[in-house]
């Protein structure tokens, strides 16, 4: 089938920076990708590029097949909703949501249904007469979402939509978006942010950007689970990066300390580049310093996180430091004290460095 959206070659560079290498991408029809990465990485140039903002330097851009790079924005039939809701102050909501559709020229009589079902569709029915002001953040943003999909776009691109808003009320949004995702299965979506949450709460892949390029693109489960660079593991899920050695050249059993582990050699890593075990936190076991297959460690810090401890561990056998969460329990080691710690077998294998 046609892919939905097609990056081919997509460069941009403003002056002597590049903001964006050479970008190749595929979006299916009715997938949601996530484009995630630290500010600056190039997310929200990729973004613009696929919405006629920005010129390319190189390459093109399709959607469904057909090359739309020299097609002003308003001419792709794209939904974009930007971080600061930039809703005309000015205006009622229904005026707001109906702007797209106005510039396009719908008529009029069709408008009004269109933009009832869009700010239905985000729940915003009963405040179409309302202005901006009158409303919460998260209200305007949804109004901001109703005004990009009253258009009924093909390709809806939401760059960082739930940054201006408080943590609660973000987890709220993320649920608000996975309902809307359902009752809109052919629209394609592509959602650029900086957290790693709702990356992997909304996307089905996930592109993972880093300074202008695209460093590793899977299935979010995948990616979470086996991250193939060191970047993808520290960034999406903050894991332990654990210096090992190899026993085993294919990087399926190595040494820690003086154990020994099975490891899942997910990433690439050269000849005698030195590697380490990705291992989440909450993987991380604490067992009493003399248990038989622990590896001894002394227990450096303890922070109370509401639902659990975060220990912050030093190996003895290398000084390096691990970081484990274990749930909220009686009996907890004092800092100082010396502790077992234990790592799964079958932790994925990094190059790194
Ligand atoms: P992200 O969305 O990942 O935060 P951006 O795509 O906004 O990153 O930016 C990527 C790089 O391009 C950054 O170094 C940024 O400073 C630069 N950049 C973005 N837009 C412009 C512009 N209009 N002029 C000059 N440099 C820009």
């Not at 790693?196 to 993972?208: C, P, S, T």
């Not at 580049?273 to 067992?287: E, W």
């Not at 002394?298 to 109370?304: A, H, K, P, T, Y």
Request: some cysteine.
């Amino acid at each position: 089938m046609t892919p939905a959206v097609e990056f081919r070659g997509v460069s941009v560079r403003f002056g002597r920076t590049t903001a964006l290498s050479p970008l190749d991408l595929t979006v299916a029809r009715g997938e949601t990708l996530a484009m995630l990465g630290p500010s600056g990485s190039g997310k929200s140039t990729a973004l613009k590029a696929l919405a006629g903002f920005v010129v390319p330097s190189t390459g093109r851009v399709l959607l469904d097949g057909e090359d739309v790079t020299a097609l002003p924005p308003h001419r792709r039939g794209l939904g974009v909703v930007v971080q600061s809701y930039a809703l005309f102050p000015h205006m009622r909501v229904e005026a707001n949501v109906a702007f797209g559709l106005k510039a396009r020229k719908t008529p009029r009589a069709e408008t009004a249904g269109r933009v009832a079902e869009a700010l239905e569709l985000v729940g915003m029915g009963k405040y179409a007469r309302r202005y901006p002001r009158e409303l919460s953040g998260g209200q305007q943003q949804r109004v901001a979402l109703a005004r990009a999909l009253a258009i009924r776009p093909r390709v809806l691109l939401l760059d960082e939509p739930l940054s201006a808003l408080d943590a609660a009320l973000r987890e709220d949004m993320v649920a608000e978006l996975l309902r809307l995702r359902a009752e809109l299965p052919d629209t394609t979506l592509i959602y650029v942010t900086h957290d790693q949450g709702e990356a992997l709460a909304l996307a089905d892949r996930i592109a993972v950007m880093r300074d202008s390029k695209l460093v590793e693109l899977g299935p979010s489960r995948e990616l979470y689970q086996r991250p193939s660079t060191e970047f993808t593991a520290s960034f999406l899920g903050a894991s332990n990066l654990i210096p090992v050695e190899l026993i085993q050249a294919d990087g399926t059993r190595v040494r820690l300390g003086d154990r020994e582990l099975a490891a899942d050699p997910s990433g690439t890593f050269r000849a005698g580049q030195p590697v380490a075990l990705g291992v989440r936190p909450h993987r991380v076991g604490i067992t009493a310093a003399d248990a038989p297959g622990a590896l001894p460690a002394v227990l450096r810090g303890v922070q109370w996180r509401g639902t659990g401890f975060r220990l912050d561990l030093e190996f003895a056998h290398d000084g390096n430091e691990v970081r484990a969460e274990v749930p909220d329990i009686d009996g907890l080691p004092n800092v100082g004290q010396r502790v077992g710690v234990s790592i799964p077998d079958g932790c994925p294998l990094v190059g790194v460095g």
